[in-house]
C-alpha cells in the first residue's frame, strides 16, 4: 500500500535500553521528519533528512540518532532511552520542502519505564 | 516566543455551530499556511493549504490567512460531531525545510 508507515506501533522499554523507530514510505519523497508529540508542546521536530545520507537537527535532536541511507527509509534510534523520551512519535515526509504539505504517519507511542 | 501560538482550547460546543480556530505567528517570511486535524491516537492529516494571503474554502472548511497581522483562522461551518479532534496549524517559508507547528486546539462538537 502507498503512504508512510510506522512500526513498532507501541513500544515499552526501559531506561538505558537502545530502541530504533522504523519509518518507511513509498511516495518516493526526497524530505522526511520525525517528530515527537506531548501535551502542552504540540508537535516538535527531532531531525529531519533532505536525501538521502543528507540529515539535519531540528528542535530537541538530543538524545537521538538518525540515518538515512535509502531514500524511503528513516529510522530513528534513542541511544540510551530516559523517561523524559516517552511520548509519541511522528514521521512525516513532503516532496518539495516547506512548499509541499507533510503527509504523516500514524504515530509509535513509546513508554520508557 | 514560540514561532507559533495557538490556544489549546478546549472547545466545546453544540452541533451546527460555526467555529473559529486562531493561530498567530511571528516569522514574517512564512508564505505556506496548512490546517491539520488529529482524532485521537492518529497522525495528522491535512485539512487545508493555503498559499499566502487570502481565503481558501473546502466545503464546511474556511482557511483564512492575514499576513499583514499575522493571523490564521479555520472556520467550521454547520459543525458535526465528527468534526471533535484536535486541530494543528502549521506554516513554513519558502525555500525553508522546516514546518512550524501550532500545539493544537482540541475540539469537542457536542450532538
Known amino acids: 500500500d502507498a503512504g508512510i508507515t510506522q512500526s513498532p506501533r507501541y513500544k515499552i522499554t526501559e531506561t538505558g535500553r537502545q530502541v530504533t523507530l522504523m519509518c518507511h514510505q513509498t511516495w518516493s519523497h526526497s524530505y522526511m521528519f520525525w517528530y515527537r508529540q506531548d501535551l502542552g508542546h504540540g508537535l516538535r521536530l527531532i531531525y529531519y533528512s533532505a536525501a538521502a545520507d543528507i540529515t539535519d537537527k531540528g528542535e530537541v535532536p538530543d538524545g537521538y540518532v538518525v540515518s538515512r541511507s535509502k531514500t524511503e527509509n528513516f529510522p530513528l534510534t534513542l541511544e540510551s532511552a530516559t523517561r523524559s523520551q516517552t511520548s509519541v512519535y511522528f514521521c512525516?515526509?513532503?516532496?518539495?520542502?516547506?512548499?509541499?504539505?507533510?503527509?504523516f504517519g500514524p504515530g509509535t507511542r513509546l513508554t520508557v519505564l | 516566543q514560540k514561532e507559533v501560538e495557538q490556544d489549546p482550547g478546549p472547545l466545546s460546543v453544540p452541533e451546527g455551530a460555526i467555529v473559529s480556530l486562531n493561530c498567530t505567528y511571528s516569522n514574517s517570511a512564512f508564505q505556506y499556511f496548512m490546517w491539520y486535524r488529529q482524532y485521537s491516537r492518529k497522525g495528522p492529516e491535512l485539512l487545508m493549504y493555503?498559499?499566502?494571503?487570502g481565503n481558501k474554502e473546502d466545503g464546511r472548511f474556511t482557511a483564512q490567512v492575514d499576513k499583514s497581522s499575522k493571523y490564521i483562522s479555520l472556520f467550521i461551518r454547520d459543525s458535526q460531531p465528527s468534526d471533535s479532534a484536535t486541530y494543528l496549524c502549521?506554516?513554513?517559508?519558502?525555500?525553508?525545510?522546516?514546518?512550524?507547528f501550532g500545539t493544537g486546539t482540541s475540539l469537542t462538537v457536542i450532538p
Open positions: 502549521a506554516m513554513s517559508a519558502k525555500g525553508g525545510n522546516q514546518f512550524y
Open positions: 512525516a515526509s513532503n516532496g518539495a520542502s516547506g512548499a509541499d504539505t507533510q503527509y
Open positions: 493555503t498559499y499566502s494571503s
